[in-house]
């Protein structure tokens, strides 16, 4: 007969995790004492360590991801990304990328990440970010980055091509903030490869980008930053192989 063990995890924001793992040997699970009038059970060693790794690590997992949508307030992320826009000062940089989910939110045609990218993905105020961007400015840099979590389609591309236009001119500031992004090794290519519009058709140009870009990424020498200036190099130089 299968028995059933049962976690549960509570947040300060009310929200309640229920784990249930089938175990045979539930009912040897722990030794029983009386406390007072209560009874309490004392896990044995070896069912603490089944919960330290089988239960727990899961728990943790859906624990993050229900506090994502929880701690996320909307509606002040739209109002940074607008005054950012507006007077886009380190401060507000600052302001609207503390703003945002640090993971992917779920992207719809009604979910509040679409709503809040309107709010940075419309006709000037992107081109202000861009522009920011482009000079070097760190904490736009840094917001650059943040909104890859509610993008989607051509709000990805665009902000791809916005970041990876600063490699040859700021590579150590674009090496440390892909390093300090949430952004797994997946989505590197994107950013490392996708160039402006410009070099749509034009194939020694985009030859050039590419070596140019290498060459920017190898004059990198901050030890810290060695193992993503290396692994960024090779992603570059394997688009050279194959494209130029």
Request: aromatic share 10%; net charge neutral; proline share 4%.
């Amino acid at each position: 007969m299968a028995y059933h063990q049962y976690l549960f995890v509570t947040t300060k924001n009310g929200i309640s995790i229920i784990m249930i793992s089938p175990y045979n040997k539930l009912p040897h699970a722990c030794a029983t004492t009386w406390h007072g009038l209560r009874k309490r059970c004392l896990l044995r060693p070896w069912a603490r360590r089944y919960i330290a790794m089988k239960i727990f690590p899961l728990a943790l997992l859906l624990l993050s991801s229900a506090l994502q949508g929880a701690e996320t307030n909307w509606k002040n992320a739209e109002e940074a990304l607008m005054a950012y826009a507006n007077n886009p000062s380190s401060e507000n940089a600052v302001k609207a990328t503390n703003s945002l989910p640090t993971e992917h939110a779920p992207w719809g045609e009604d979910s509040p990440a679409r709503m809040a990218a309107s709010y940075i993905y419309h006709g000037d105020q992107f081109s202000m970010l861009r522009y920011q961007v482009g000079v070097g400015h760190d904490e736009s840099v840094q917001l650059a980055f943040r909104l890859f979590s509610i993008s989607d389609g051509a709000f990805t591309e665009d902000l791809q091509i916005a970041i990876g236009n600063i490699i040859r001119s700021f590579p150590e500031l674009f090496l440390r903030e892909l390093k300090n992004s949430s952004l797994t090794s997946s989505h590197y290519d994107g950013i490392l490869l996708n160039d402006d519009y410009a070099f749509v058709d034009r194939f020694q140009a985009k030859c050039l980008e590419i070596e140019s870009r290498i060459s920017s990424l190898k004059s990198v020498s901050a030890s810290d930053l060695i193992q993503i200036r290396d692994y960024s190099i090779r992603i570059v130089e394997e688009a050279e192989k194959n494209y130029c």
